[in-house]
């Protein structure tokens, strides 16, 4: 059984994936599975969703989820991964041409706001990605591996530009997690948001400002914070 809690298995470690292209590369049949295992998923949890409503919805049997994915847990993190990719692949990050920290801030920004705003993705899939954030199970260790860890490690790059070769690698990584919750309190609150200022519609010109609002805050508190870390060793009192 899948667990529920964060383990270091990862269901599908010995799989490898071609991007969105493997999700019809078994037929239709597979295709309809994932995306009603999606649904189900996202709105009852891995323990409660059951394959024989999955497969209902789907229009399958229920061997066709042993045939394609062997069984519940492999369903689940195929749905898991495809949920999560498949706005990776519509909107690569392609920092080709940043000649700057600034500048590949900018892409990493422009590209991940995109991403949590995409007017074509599918409702459950931010609903179960979100689910998983908050309930991991041993998928999520393939998904960090596979998926976030890539960008991550480009945005700790470009923090630790920012703020200097004395900023400490905490440093780095709060600015990192900063940078990412600013980005993402545009998915995840937007709820709270339409309640208090109205409908939020994600226009090219609303995701430039926001852009550009992100880009400002961090690199004007990077500098800062970058300044002040080159300034520590000086105000240190000799031992």
């Not at 295709?31 to 998923?41: H, K, P, Q, W």
């Not at 024989?52 to 066709?64: D, E, K, P, T, Y």
């Not at 339409?194 to 508190?221: H, K, M, N, W």
């Amino acid at each position: 059984m899948l667990s529920q809690r964060s383990s270091s298995t990862d269901p599908l470690a010995s799989r490898s994936f071609a991007g969105d292209e493997a999700l019809d590369a078994h037929g239709s049949t597979r295709s309809r599975l994932i995306e009603a295992a999606g649904t189900v998923f996202a709105e009852r949890g891995f323990k409660d969703a059951t394959i024989r409503q999955i497969c209902s919805i789907a229009g399958a049997n229920i061997a066709a989820v042993n045939y394609h994915f062997g069984d519940k847990e492999h369903l689940y993190a195929s749905a898991l991964h495809h949920a999560h990719t498949t706005a990776r692949h519509r909107h690569p990050m392609d920092f080709e041409g940043c000649g700057t920290a600034e500048e590949r801030l900018g892409v990493f920004v422009r590209t991940f706001v995109t991403r949590l705003t995409d007017p074509a993705k599918p409702e459950w899939h931010g609903k179960l990605c979100a689910r998983e954030m908050a309930d991991p199970t041993g998928a999520l260790d393939g998904l960090v591996e596979r998926s976030i860890r890539p960008d991550w490690l480009a945005l700790s790059e470009t923090c630790g530009d920012l703020l200097g070769e004395h900023a400490p690698k905490d440093l780095i990584q709060r600015c990192a997690v900063g940078v990412i919750g600013q980005c993402l309190v545009y998915h995840h609150a937007r709820p709270v948001m339409e309640r208090l200022g109205g409908p939020v519609s994600f226009t090219r010109e609303r995701i430039d400002a926001i852009v550009e609002q992100i880009c400002a805050y961090s690199i004007s508190g990077m500098r800062e914070l970058g300044r002040r870390s080159d300034a520590a060793p000086s105000r240190r009192t000799p031992a």
